[in-house]
């Protein structure tokens, strides 16, 4: 039987993008979920599967979890950001009608804080994944990737660089200017520091040319030093 698939904010920048591939493979039951109605309908127009299902939902209204319960998911996959501010309502309402849950956060409190629902997910056998994103799960698939040609790990350092033509959603751009200028807690040195948002800027290289890049509020700012102790 196909997986019953809710993506949540189907029409914003990625959940469009994971729309697109998961339209039309026969594998999965999809349901577009968003706040708008007649923008749901025309995605899924645009991508020509009339299998799919469309639901007006809003995470912010108090209504969620009945509303989710009465989709039967088997899947959430959490696209509607940002996440910086963000409370659990979404994963909790699916650990209550016993649908697994992902999301695409790059949060740093959001992604971090998401162990607070460690015990009762694996009470209700169900996965929650936060943090499905380019930080950390590519980052940290790189880092572990590079890490057995070296005896030694002593610092990671990454910077990621989007396409000048690559879309930049509402959400995206309000998760940068949310900590825009203000400090950032980083492990520098063998010690915690403090950093400023999109400040200590530097030029680096890319295969593609020369970038100017910042300091970012990042899950990985948290993670790193826990996953790799020694540096």
Known sequence: MALRVVLLGATGVFGSRIASRLAGDARFALVFAGRHQASLEALREKLGDASVDVAELDVNHASLPDR????????????????????????????ACASDYIDLADGRVFVTGIERLQRRAKEAGRLVVAGASTVPALSSAVVDALRPRFRTLHSIEHAINPGNQTPRGDATVASILGYCGRPIRIWRAGRWNHAFGWMSGKPQVFPFGRRRVGVCEIPDLDLFPARYPEV
């Open 68 to 95: 989710l319960a009465r989709l039967q998911p088997q899947l959430i996959i959490h696209t509607a950001g940002p996440f910086q501010g963000q409370d659990y309502r979404v994963a909790e309402a699916c650990i």
